[in-house]
Protein backbone atom coordinates (compact mmCIF):
# COMPACT_ATOMS: atom_id res chain seq x y z
CA UNK A 1 0.00 0.00 0.00
CA UNK A 2 1.38 3.50 -0.98
CA UNK A 3 1.57 6.13 1.95
CA UNK A 4 -0.62 8.65 2.79
CA UNK A 5 1.73 12.13 3.16
CA UNK A 6 0.62 12.46 6.68
CA UNK A 7 2.91 9.16 6.96
CA UNK A 8 6.13 10.42 8.20
CA UNK A 9 9.70 9.64 5.91
CA UNK A 10 12.05 8.39 8.52
CA UNK A 11 13.58 10.83 10.40
CA UNK A 12 12.07 14.03 9.28
CA UNK A 13 10.83 16.75 11.55
CA UNK A 14 7.34 15.24 10.74
CA UNK A 15 8.15 12.46 12.35
CA UNK A 16 9.87 13.95 14.77
CA UNK A 17 6.58 15.77 16.09
CA UNK A 18 4.54 12.45 15.78
CA UNK A 19 6.38 10.90 18.49
CA UNK A 20 6.50 14.06 20.93
CA UNK A 21 2.89 13.82 20.68
CA UNK A 22 3.21 10.21 21.16
CA UNK A 23 4.33 11.26 24.44
CA UNK A 24 1.70 13.78 25.48
CA UNK A 25 -0.98 11.36 24.91
CA UNK A 26 -0.83 9.58 28.66
CA UNK A 27 -1.13 13.14 29.81
CA UNK A 28 -4.38 14.20 28.32
CA UNK A 29 -7.10 12.23 29.73
CA UNK A 30 -10.52 11.88 28.18
CA UNK A 31 -9.55 14.74 25.87
CA UNK A 32 -6.81 11.70 23.97
CA UNK A 33 -10.11 10.96 22.44
CA UNK A 34 -9.37 13.80 19.99
CA UNK A 35 -5.75 13.19 19.36
CA UNK A 36 -6.20 12.32 15.46
CA UNK A 37 -6.71 15.89 15.24
CA UNK A 38 -3.14 16.64 16.28
CA UNK A 39 -1.97 14.06 13.66
CA UNK A 40 -3.31 15.99 11.07
CA UNK A 41 -2.77 19.41 9.46
CA UNK A 42 -6.24 21.22 9.07
CA UNK A 43 -4.96 22.45 5.30
CA UNK A 44 -2.05 21.75 3.24
CA UNK A 45 -2.30 24.04 -0.16
CA UNK A 46 0.96 23.08 -2.61
CA UNK A 47 1.58 26.40 -5.47
CA UNK A 48 3.24 26.87 -8.47
CA UNK A 49 5.14 29.74 -8.22
CA UNK A 50 6.95 30.91 -12.00
CA UNK A 51 8.66 33.98 -12.29
CA UNK A 52 11.16 35.46 -15.04
CA UNK A 53 14.62 35.38 -14.18
CA UNK A 54 16.63 38.28 -15.64
CA UNK A 55 18.52 36.47 -17.50
CA UNK A 56 14.87 36.27 -19.01
CA UNK A 57 14.75 32.31 -18.75
CA UNK A 58 11.67 31.25 -16.55
CA UNK A 59 11.75 29.49 -13.47
CA UNK A 60 9.25 27.51 -11.38
CA UNK A 61 9.69 26.99 -7.87
CA UNK A 62 7.37 24.79 -5.29
CA UNK A 63 5.50 26.83 -2.33
CA UNK A 64 3.99 25.27 0.47
CA UNK A 65 0.93 27.58 3.16
CA UNK A 66 -0.38 24.30 5.54
CA UNK A 67 -1.93 25.20 8.31
CA UNK A 68 -2.07 22.81 10.88
CA UNK A 69 -5.06 24.04 13.49
CA UNK A 70 -7.23 26.67 13.34
CA UNK A 71 -9.06 25.47 16.45
CA UNK A 72 -7.52 28.36 18.74
CA UNK A 73 -8.06 31.35 16.37
CA UNK A 74 -6.41 32.28 12.76
CA UNK A 75 -3.32 30.21 11.73
CA UNK A 76 -0.03 32.04 12.47
CA UNK A 77 2.95 31.28 11.44
CA UNK A 78 5.87 32.15 9.61
CA UNK A 79 7.48 31.53 5.90
CA UNK A 80 10.53 29.78 4.89
CA UNK A 81 12.89 30.49 1.76
CA UNK A 82 15.35 27.33 1.34
CA UNK A 83 16.28 24.91 -0.99
CA UNK A 84 15.56 21.69 1.27
CA UNK A 85 11.85 23.05 2.14
CA UNK A 86 9.11 19.91 1.69
CA UNK A 87 5.48 19.94 2.34
CA UNK A 88 7.23 17.70 5.15
CA UNK A 89 9.34 20.08 7.28
CA UNK A 90 6.12 22.29 6.55
CA UNK A 91 3.54 20.13 7.95
CA UNK A 92 6.14 19.83 10.98
CA UNK A 93 6.67 23.45 11.28
CA UNK A 94 2.75 24.24 11.20
CA UNK A 95 2.45 21.60 14.00
CA UNK A 96 4.84 23.24 16.02
CA UNK A 97 3.41 26.62 15.95
CA UNK A 98 0.18 24.90 17.14
CA UNK A 99 1.88 23.95 20.09
CA UNK A 100 3.86 26.92 20.53
CA UNK A 101 0.70 29.47 20.20
CA UNK A 102 -1.25 27.37 22.82
CA UNK A 103 1.94 27.27 25.15
CA UNK A 104 2.26 30.63 25.63
CA UNK A 105 -1.79 31.33 25.10
CA UNK A 106 -1.97 33.36 22.50
CA UNK A 107 -5.80 33.08 20.48
CA UNK A 108 -3.89 31.95 17.51
CA UNK A 109 -4.22 28.19 15.49
CA UNK A 110 -0.54 27.24 14.15
CA UNK A 111 0.62 27.53 10.22
CA UNK A 112 3.49 27.88 8.17
CA UNK A 113 5.00 28.05 4.93
CA UNK A 114 7.76 27.99 2.49
CA UNK A 115 9.30 28.01 -0.84
CA UNK A 116 12.22 25.74 -2.26
CA UNK A 117 14.56 27.95 -3.24
CA UNK A 118 18.09 29.17 -2.31
CA UNK A 119 17.28 33.12 -2.05
CA UNK A 120 20.91 34.08 -2.34
CA UNK A 121 21.03 33.07 -5.70
CA UNK A 122 18.15 35.07 -6.88
CA UNK A 123 18.25 39.31 -7.15
CA UNK A 124 16.49 41.63 -5.06
CA UNK A 125 14.19 42.12 -8.34
CA UNK A 126 13.59 38.16 -8.84
CA UNK A 127 13.08 37.62 -4.81
CA UNK A 128 10.08 40.46 -5.20
CA UNK A 129 8.59 38.91 -7.99
CA UNK A 130 9.00 35.29 -5.75
CA UNK A 131 7.37 36.77 -3.12
CA UNK A 132 4.66 38.33 -4.49
CA UNK A 133 3.91 35.66 -6.92
CA UNK A 134 3.85 33.32 -3.81
CA UNK A 135 1.29 35.45 -1.80
CA UNK A 136 -1.19 36.09 -4.41
CA UNK A 137 -1.11 31.95 -5.04
CA UNK A 138 -1.80 31.23 -0.89
CA UNK A 139 -4.24 34.41 -0.85
CA UNK A 140 -6.93 32.39 -0.94
CA UNK A 141 -6.21 30.99 2.31
CA UNK A 142 -4.13 34.13 4.33
CA UNK A 143 -5.63 37.02 5.65
CA UNK A 144 -5.72 38.78 8.98
CA UNK A 145 -8.55 36.80 10.57
CA UNK A 146 -7.49 33.69 8.25
CA UNK A 147 -3.90 33.11 8.34
CA UNK A 148 -1.05 35.59 9.80
CA UNK A 149 2.48 34.74 7.59
CA UNK A 150 5.75 36.18 9.44
CA UNK A 151 9.30 35.99 9.04
CA UNK A 152 11.50 32.67 9.51
CA UNK A 153 14.96 31.62 7.67
CA UNK A 154 15.88 33.67 5.08
CA UNK A 155 12.76 35.72 5.23
CA UNK A 156 12.84 39.02 6.70
CA UNK A 157 10.78 42.55 7.05
CA UNK A 158 10.96 43.70 3.49
CA UNK A 159 9.60 40.27 2.30
CA UNK A 160 6.54 40.63 4.70
CA UNK A 161 6.66 44.40 3.23
CA UNK A 162 5.96 42.88 -0.41
CA UNK A 163 3.69 40.34 0.78
CA UNK A 164 1.53 43.00 2.46
CA UNK A 165 1.64 45.15 -0.45
CA UNK A 166 0.88 42.36 -2.64
CA UNK A 167 -2.39 41.22 -0.49
CA UNK A 168 -3.41 44.89 0.13
CA UNK A 169 -3.32 45.53 -3.88
CA UNK A 170 -5.41 42.22 -4.67
CA UNK A 171 -7.92 42.80 -1.81
CA UNK A 172 -8.19 46.47 -2.63
CA UNK A 173 -7.50 48.05 0.93
CA UNK A 174 -4.08 48.01 3.05
CA UNK A 175 -4.32 45.41 5.35
CA UNK A 176 -1.26 45.49 7.37
CA UNK A 177 -2.20 43.07 9.91
CA UNK A 178 -2.16 40.44 7.54
CA UNK A 179 1.72 39.66 7.97
CA UNK A 180 3.49 40.39 10.80
CA UNK A 181 7.42 40.98 11.22
CA UNK A 182 7.27 44.32 9.40
CA UNK A 183 9.16 47.28 9.15
CA UNK A 184 7.83 49.52 11.62
CA UNK A 185 6.29 52.38 9.27
CA UNK A 186 4.12 49.44 7.99
CA UNK A 187 2.63 48.73 10.98
CA UNK A 188 5.59 46.54 12.09
CA UNK A 189 6.22 46.57 16.22
CA UNK A 190 9.22 47.83 17.93
CA UNK A 191 11.31 45.13 19.58
CA UNK A 192 9.82 42.44 16.98
CA UNK A 193 13.18 42.07 14.85
CA UNK A 194 14.71 40.80 18.07
CA UNK A 195 11.73 39.45 19.98
CA UNK A 196 12.63 35.27 19.44
CA UNK A 197 16.51 36.28 20.87
CA UNK A 198 14.80 38.29 23.26
CA UNK A 199 12.40 34.81 24.51
CA UNK A 200 15.40 32.63 24.42
CA UNK A 201 17.53 34.64 26.91
CA UNK A 202 14.09 35.05 29.09
CA UNK A 203 13.03 31.15 28.99
CA UNK A 204 17.53 30.76 29.40
CA UNK A 205 17.85 33.13 32.33
CA UNK A 206 14.40 31.80 34.16
CA UNK A 207 15.93 28.12 33.58
CA UNK A 208 19.48 28.55 34.86
CA UNK A 209 17.92 30.32 38.20
CA UNK A 210 15.95 27.50 38.81
CA UNK A 211 19.02 24.86 38.16
CA UNK A 212 20.88 27.19 40.19
CA UNK A 213 23.37 28.42 36.88
CA UNK A 214 24.79 31.86 37.36
CA UNK A 215 25.01 33.62 33.72
CA UNK A 216 27.98 35.43 34.69
CA UNK A 217 30.67 34.12 33.46
CA UNK A 218 28.72 30.87 31.96
CA UNK A 219 29.96 29.90 28.54
CA UNK A 220 27.67 29.72 25.61
CA UNK A 221 28.04 28.30 22.37
CA UNK A 222 25.54 29.43 19.45
CA UNK A 223 24.61 27.42 16.10
CA UNK A 224 23.18 29.50 13.89
CA UNK A 225 24.41 33.18 14.10
CA UNK A 226 20.88 34.59 12.16
CA UNK A 227 18.28 36.75 13.56
CA UNK A 228 17.68 34.60 16.11
CA UNK A 229 20.90 33.71 17.28
CA UNK A 230 22.28 36.82 16.94
CA UNK A 231 20.12 38.42 19.20
CA UNK A 232 19.94 35.69 21.79
CA UNK A 233 23.85 36.03 22.17
CA UNK A 234 23.94 39.75 22.37
CA UNK A 235 21.67 39.50 25.51
CA UNK A 236 23.33 36.54 27.11
CA UNK A 237 26.45 38.66 26.70
CA UNK A 238 25.01 41.96 28.02
CA UNK A 239 24.27 39.75 31.07
CA UNK A 240 27.49 38.78 31.82
CA UNK A 241 28.11 35.26 29.28
CA UNK A 242 30.72 34.58 27.52
CA UNK A 243 29.97 33.44 23.60
CA UNK A 244 32.72 31.04 23.70
CA UNK A 245 31.52 29.53 20.03
CA UNK A 246 29.38 30.40 17.00
CA UNK A 247 28.69 28.12 14.44
CA UNK A 248 26.45 29.05 10.48
CA UNK A 249 26.84 27.63 7.24
CA UNK A 250 30.12 29.50 6.44
CA UNK A 251 31.81 27.81 9.08
CA UNK A 252 32.99 27.98 12.87
CA UNK A 253 34.62 30.71 14.88
CA UNK A 254 35.73 30.10 18.47
CA UNK A 255 37.44 31.67 21.94
CA UNK A 256 37.77 30.05 24.80
CA UNK A 257 37.34 33.65 26.94
CA UNK A 258 34.25 34.50 24.57
CA UNK A 259 33.91 36.26 20.88
CA UNK A 260 34.25 40.15 20.93
CA UNK A 261 30.51 40.37 19.69
CA UNK A 262 30.77 44.22 18.95
CA UNK A 263 32.79 43.19 16.14
CA UNK A 264 31.30 39.66 14.84
CA UNK A 265 27.79 40.67 14.71
CA UNK A 266 28.35 43.59 11.80
CA UNK A 267 30.82 41.48 10.44
CA UNK A 268 28.03 38.88 9.84
CA UNK A 269 25.88 41.70 8.76
CA UNK A 270 28.31 42.93 6.30
CA UNK A 271 29.77 39.65 5.02
CA UNK A 272 26.70 37.49 5.38
CA UNK A 273 28.43 34.81 7.95
CA UNK A 274 31.26 34.38 9.98
CA UNK A 275 33.96 32.81 7.05
CA UNK A 276 36.68 35.36 7.13
CA UNK A 277 36.23 36.79 10.68
CA UNK A 278 39.38 34.95 12.33
CA UNK A 279 41.52 35.25 9.20
CA UNK A 280 41.35 38.54 9.48
CA UNK A 281 43.52 40.14 11.85
CA UNK A 282 41.63 43.29 12.68
CA UNK A 283 39.07 43.71 15.70
CA UNK A 284 39.09 39.76 15.79
CA UNK A 285 40.71 40.11 19.49
CA UNK A 286 41.73 36.24 19.23
CA UNK A 287 38.89 34.51 17.65
CA UNK A 288 40.27 30.96 15.74
CA UNK A 289 38.30 29.18 12.92
CA UNK A 290 37.51 25.46 14.57
CA UNK A 291 36.65 22.54 12.09
CA UNK A 292 32.22 22.91 12.18
CA UNK A 293 31.91 19.23 13.84
CA UNK A 294 34.37 19.86 16.95
CA UNK A 295 31.83 22.79 17.82
CA UNK A 296 29.60 20.18 19.50
CA UNK A 297 32.37 19.55 21.33
CA UNK A 298 32.75 23.02 23.03
CA UNK A 299 33.17 23.32 26.82
CA UNK A 300 30.50 25.38 27.78
CA UNK A 301 27.23 25.55 30.25
CA UNK A 302 25.03 26.68 27.66
CA UNK A 303 24.00 25.73 24.19
CA UNK A 304 21.57 27.56 21.76
CA UNK A 305 20.86 25.67 18.57
CA UNK A 306 19.28 28.60 16.37
CA UNK A 307 19.54 26.87 13.11
CA UNK A 308 17.52 24.33 11.53
CA UNK A 309 16.34 21.22 12.11
CA UNK A 310 18.05 17.50 13.61
CA UNK A 311 21.11 19.12 14.33
CA UNK A 312 21.73 17.51 17.83
CA UNK A 313 21.50 13.99 16.74
CA UNK A 314 21.78 11.33 19.12
CA UNK A 315 25.61 11.08 18.64
CA UNK A 316 26.39 14.50 19.07
CA UNK A 317 23.92 14.46 22.41
CA UNK A 318 26.22 12.18 24.31
CA UNK A 319 29.32 14.74 23.73
CA UNK A 320 27.81 17.81 24.63
CA UNK A 321 29.16 20.03 27.73
CA UNK A 322 25.89 21.81 28.22
CA UNK A 323 24.35 21.89 31.11
CA UNK A 324 21.36 23.96 29.56
CA UNK A 325 19.97 23.58 26.04
CA UNK A 326 18.12 26.79 24.94
CA UNK A 327 15.95 25.58 21.55
CA UNK A 328 16.31 29.04 19.55
CA UNK A 329 15.72 27.01 16.26
CA UNK A 330 12.47 25.00 15.11
CA UNK A 331 13.29 21.34 16.04
CA UNK A 332 16.79 21.32 16.62
CA UNK A 333 16.69 18.04 18.85
CA UNK A 334 15.78 14.23 17.22
CA UNK A 335 13.38 11.89 19.40
CA UNK A 336 16.49 9.86 20.39
CA UNK A 337 18.78 13.07 21.19
CA UNK A 338 15.76 14.13 23.22
CA UNK A 339 16.19 10.86 25.52
CA UNK A 340 19.79 10.92 25.56
CA UNK A 341 19.97 14.40 27.15
CA UNK A 342 17.79 13.07 29.78
CA UNK A 343 19.31 10.31 30.51
CA UNK A 344 22.77 12.43 30.68
CA UNK A 345 20.47 15.28 33.24
CA UNK A 346 20.89 18.13 30.50
CA UNK A 347 17.80 20.34 31.12
CA UNK A 348 16.17 21.41 26.99
CA UNK A 349 14.11 24.35 27.06
CA UNK A 350 12.20 22.74 24.11
CA UNK A 351 11.53 25.25 21.15
CA UNK A 352 7.58 25.02 21.47
CA UNK A 353 8.40 27.69 24.58
CA UNK A 354 11.86 28.67 24.18
CA UNK A 355 11.28 30.36 20.72
CA UNK A 356 7.83 31.52 21.27
CA UNK A 357 8.94 35.46 21.94
CA UNK A 358 9.20 36.06 18.35
CA UNK A 359 5.53 34.98 17.72
CA UNK A 360 4.65 36.59 20.62
CA UNK A 361 5.62 40.00 19.86
CA UNK A 362 4.25 39.54 16.52
CA UNK A 363 0.60 39.05 18.33
CA UNK A 364 1.52 42.21 20.00
CA UNK A 365 2.34 43.45 16.12
CA UNK A 366 -1.21 42.08 15.03
CA UNK A 367 -3.00 43.90 18.33
CA UNK A 368 -1.27 46.93 17.37
CA UNK A 369 -2.55 47.06 13.77
CA UNK A 370 -6.41 46.09 14.48
CA UNK A 371 -6.07 49.23 16.69
CA UNK A 372 -4.07 51.17 15.26
CA UNK A 373 -2.32 52.59 18.73
CA UNK A 374 1.24 51.93 18.70
CA UNK A 375 3.22 50.48 22.17
CA UNK A 376 6.50 51.85 23.42
CA UNK A 377 9.65 49.48 22.91
CA UNK A 378 9.96 49.20 26.69
CA UNK A 379 5.90 48.12 27.01
CA UNK A 380 6.33 45.44 24.68
CA UNK A 381 9.92 44.19 26.07
CA UNK A 382 8.09 43.86 29.59
CA UNK A 383 4.57 42.46 28.11
CA UNK A 384 6.79 39.89 26.43
CA UNK A 385 8.61 39.10 29.35
CA UNK A 386 5.96 38.59 31.66
CA UNK A 387 4.01 36.18 29.20
CA UNK A 388 7.28 34.25 28.30
CA UNK A 389 7.78 33.68 32.66
CA UNK A 390 4.49 32.95 33.58
CA UNK A 391 4.09 30.56 30.49
CA UNK A 392 7.19 28.77 31.91
CA UNK A 393 5.95 28.60 35.11
CA UNK A 394 2.84 26.85 34.16
CA UNK A 395 5.27 23.89 31.73
CA UNK A 396 7.24 23.88 34.82
CA UNK A 397 4.37 22.96 37.25
CA UNK A 398 3.35 20.46 34.92
CA UNK A 399 6.75 18.85 34.67
CA UNK A 400 7.61 19.01 38.27
CA UNK A 401 4.16 17.14 38.71
CA UNK A 402 3.93 14.63 36.33
CA UNK A 403 8.11 14.27 36.44
CA UNK A 404 8.23 14.89 32.98
CA UNK A 405 10.76 16.58 30.69
CA UNK A 406 9.65 20.56 29.80
CA UNK A 407 8.87 19.19 25.95
CA UNK A 408 6.63 16.74 27.23
CA UNK A 409 5.10 19.14 29.50
CA UNK A 410 5.00 22.00 27.42
CA UNK A 411 2.81 19.68 24.71
CA UNK A 412 0.79 18.65 27.78
CA UNK A 413 -0.40 22.37 28.52
CA UNK A 414 -0.89 22.95 24.95
CA UNK A 415 -2.60 20.20 23.74
CA UNK A 416 -4.85 20.54 26.67
CA UNK A 417 -5.76 23.90 25.44
CA UNK A 418 -5.93 22.75 21.86
CA UNK A 419 -7.89 19.90 22.55
CA UNK A 420 -10.35 21.60 25.06
CA UNK A 421 -11.13 24.28 21.99
CA UNK A 422 -11.94 21.37 19.77
CA UNK A 423 -14.24 19.45 21.86
CA UNK A 424 -15.97 22.53 23.13
CA UNK A 425 -16.52 23.77 19.21
CA UNK A 426 -17.53 20.26 18.34
CA UNK A 427 -17.71 19.14 14.81
CA UNK A 428 -18.84 20.59 12.05
CA UNK A 429 -21.38 19.92 10.75
N1 LIG B 1 12.81 34.57 13.02
C1 LIG B 1 11.97 34.24 13.98
O1 LIG B 1 11.26 35.10 14.51
C2 LIG B 1 11.89 32.83 14.48
C3 LIG B 1 10.91 32.54 15.45
C4 LIG B 1 10.88 31.26 16.01
C5 LIG B 1 11.78 30.30 15.56
N2 LIG B 1 12.69 30.59 14.59
C6 LIG B 1 13.60 29.52 14.19
O2 LIG B 1 14.92 29.90 14.46
C7 LIG B 1 15.81 29.30 13.51
C8 LIG B 1 16.65 30.38 12.87
O3 LIG B 1 15.78 31.33 12.25
P1 LIG B 1 16.26 32.82 11.90
O4 LIG B 1 15.03 33.62 11.71
O5 LIG B 1 17.32 33.27 12.85
O6 LIG B 1 16.89 32.57 10.47
P2 LIG B 1 18.08 33.38 9.74
O7 LIG B 1 17.91 33.11 8.30
O8 LIG B 1 18.11 34.79 10.22
O9 LIG B 1 19.40 32.63 10.30
C9 LIG B 1 19.62 31.27 10.10
C10 LIG B 1 21.02 30.97 10.58
O10 LIG B 1 21.26 29.56 10.50
C11 LIG B 1 22.52 29.34 9.87
N3 LIG B 1 22.58 28.04 9.22
C12 LIG B 1 21.90 27.62 8.12
N4 LIG B 1 22.26 26.37 7.80
C13 LIG B 1 23.17 25.99 8.71
C14 LIG B 1 23.95 24.81 8.92
N5 LIG B 1 23.80 23.76 8.10
N6 LIG B 1 24.81 24.76 9.97
C15 LIG B 1 24.94 25.81 10.78
N7 LIG B 1 24.25 26.96 10.65
C16 LIG B 1 23.38 27.05 9.61
C17 LIG B 1 22.63 30.49 8.90
O11 LIG B 1 23.98 30.68 8.49
C18 LIG B 1 22.10 31.64 9.76
O12 LIG B 1 23.13 32.10 10.62
C19 LIG B 1 14.91 28.50 12.57
O13 LIG B 1 14.79 27.18 13.05
C20 LIG B 1 13.57 29.21 12.71
O14 LIG B 1 12.48 28.38 12.35
C21 LIG B 1 12.75 31.83 14.05
Same mark, same amino acid.
Given at each position: ????????????????????????????????????????????????????????????????????????????????????????????????????????????????????????????? *?????????????????????????????????????????????????????????????????????????????????????????????????????????????????????????????????????????????????????????????????? *????????????? *?????????????????????????????????????????????????????????????????????????????????????????????????????????????????????????????????
Amino acid at each position: MSLSYVHPASDSPWGTYLSQVERVLPYLGDLARWAETLRRPKRALIVDIPIELDNGTIAHYEGYRVQHSLTRGPGKGGVRYHPDVTLEEVMALSAWMSIKNAAVNLPYGGAKGGIRVDPKHLSQK *ELEKLTRRYTSEIGLIIGPHQDIPAPDVNTNGQIMAWMMDTYSMNTGATATGVVTGKPVHLGGSLGRVKATGRGVFVTGREAARRIGLELDGARVAVQGFGNVGSSAAELFGQAGAKIVAVQDHSGTVAHPNGLDLATLIPWVRQHGGVAGYAADGAGTHGA *EVIPDEAFWDTAC *EILIPAALENQITAARAERLHAKLVLEGANGPTGSAADDVLADRGVLVVPDVICNAGGVTVSYFEWVQDFSSFFWTEDEINARLDKIMVGALRRIWEVADQHRITLRTATFAVACERILTARQERGLYP
